[in-house]
């Protein structure tokens, strides 16, 4: 199918074309304030010669795995706890508001102070970044379900803990799914500022010394694109959880 | 019965008296707001009323209970479960095989063949409200409770439903309270008819319909009794 084949190559030639765009416009200019694309791929081989590339692609994602199944695994069934809970709700609530507008950035300084620099302060930045945004998500989900799932479920004879297995947990997973998308792009956001200050490896890191060791704006454009790329690819794989054929229902369906 | 909002208490239902006979099909029609919906949750286990009480077969209604199944308006429906998945809902104490028996029987009855693995959003109204039916129907319940199942149907699929429902019901012979605000349908598919008044509500009058199934609805009888019901509930003849 041509038309197919059409969809699919657009996209490329379009980033072809702002490639070429962008080399010519860097090999015009008399002035240095952005290496062009050949400068940066340039960049990119050097990382891969030094043995860095996947060193510091592989510490950036150690810590946002760590930081980002460590939040889901406590926020997540803490905020359908509170949720299902009107009383717990109540109670966090306050909480939760005063905690959830601190940018992850404004700990930075109590994250060394508690953990020193290194990776634990990287995970435990990501792991705050993450918490709460999740929090709220699960919490949501749970008070979106309508009542009447729960009334149906209670009225075919379920325990309390039927209708959380069996109604509350399929009911708020679409909605869990596409938080956890949208947090780990927080999470791959913020490990980039952490490791900034926090550690001296990953590519955060590598932005950083790149300028301070000797300007080198080629591996700062480089490792910016990397981080753009692996961004994407991680997007990519939330979203095709998201499109499983039992998740794709949702409540607007009429 | 009582509600309480802001700290102001409406009385919804009130001096309510009504027995319902085993295997009787009772339709309850009243003004919008009267408290039909909220007599049928009570009757469901749902609401608890402020005083009296309901009692079936003589015990007390404390609760929702398997034996006694309410049917939304198709709002029910899990949207995670397929139509196989939904009627096996209600199942989980019975054995494999006798579940996949009663799921097969039920889907078949009310004509859902073929849709077996289809999800309630790819299914019409129609079929969603089939679906909610046999859901209820699979855990065999000595009592059917439906608050206007058939309301956000359109008129043709609404007819079609009528006669689907007084088939399984004779098939079935489970106790039916059906709420509705429409007249027609009460007095086509009931046996008696319970009319409620406005708020606070309580029974006005309950109507016998003599008419023997399937009802000729242009019969001098049925309109007589439609024009009963339609004159205690104080509306003209004519608009």
Redesign the interface.
Known sequence: MPHRSIGWVRPFAFVALLLVAWQFAVSRSSTHLLPGPIETLGGVADLVRHGLLLKYITASLFRVTWGFVLAAVLAIPLGLFIGWHRRAEMAFNPLLQIFRPISPLAWIPIAILWFGVGDLSAVFLIFLSCFFPLLLTAINAVQRIPSVYVNAARNFGLSEGGVVWRVLYPAVLPQLITGLRITLGVAWIVVVAAEMIAVNSGLGFLIVDARNAGDRYDLVVAGMVIIGVIGLLLDYGMRSLEQSKSLRWDYSED | MTFTRDGKSTPVLHDVNLDVAKGEFLCIVGPSGCGKSTLLSAF?G?LAPTSGEIRIDGEAVL????R???V?QE??L????TVEGNIE??L??LPKAERAARVAHYIKMVGLDGFEKA???ELS?GMKQRLEVARALA?KPDMLMLDEPFGALDSITRLIMRGELLRIWREERNTVIFVTHDIDEAVQLADRVAVMSGRPANIQKIVNIDIAHPRDISSPRYLQLRNGILEQLGLAHQI
């Open positions: 469901g749902f609760g929702p209970d398997p006694r199944i309410f939304f709002r029910g899990f949207p995670w479960l809902f209600g989980f104490k999800y309630p959003a109204g855990v």
